[in-house]
């Protein structure tokens, strides 16, 4: 089951709005090389704001973002927890979900856009994962 990422207007505005700025500035003043620059981030961006997403499949949550993947095993998840904490994450809005895993306690953030129901498919294969208000 796939859980696409929430997408925060705030957020995408000032990435989008910047990266646009920046290569519009650098059209305006024939800049070649900032153009390039900018069009190869614009682009890296739009994998990123296009691709990121989590899907639950057999035992192993598989997060996505642009060219990273990584796969938790959905037994070793020992705790979810909302947060906003802005620390860089995979995930697209500030409306946050901290996964504890492990047995070091590793933890990844992301944000599902239904994030009942994601965690309502985590517990049906985990049902020991401890969900904090």
Do not use: H
Request: proline letters at 4%; glycine letters at 6%.
């Amino acid at each position: 089951m796939y859980f696409p990422s929430k997408k925060s207007v705030i957020f995408g505005g000032l990435i989008w709005g910047g990266l646009t700025i920046g290569l519009i500035v650098a059209i305006s003043e024939l800049d070649w090389v900032t153009i390039l620059i900018f069009s190869i981030i614009l682009i890296f961006w739009g994998w990123v704001w296009f691709s990121t997403g989590y899907k639950i499949e057999e035992d192993f949550l598989v997060i996505k973002s642009g060219p990273l993947k990584a796969k938790i095993p959905i037994k070793e998840i020992t705790k979810i927890y909302k947060t906003r904490s802005p620390v860089s994450s995979v995930a697209l809005s500030l409306d946050r979900l901290a996964i504890v895993f492990g047995k070091n306690y590793d933890e990844v953030i992301i944000s599902p856009v239904d994030e009942d129901k994601f965690i309502d498919e985590l517990r049906k294969i985990n049902s020991k994962i401890i969900v904090a208000k």
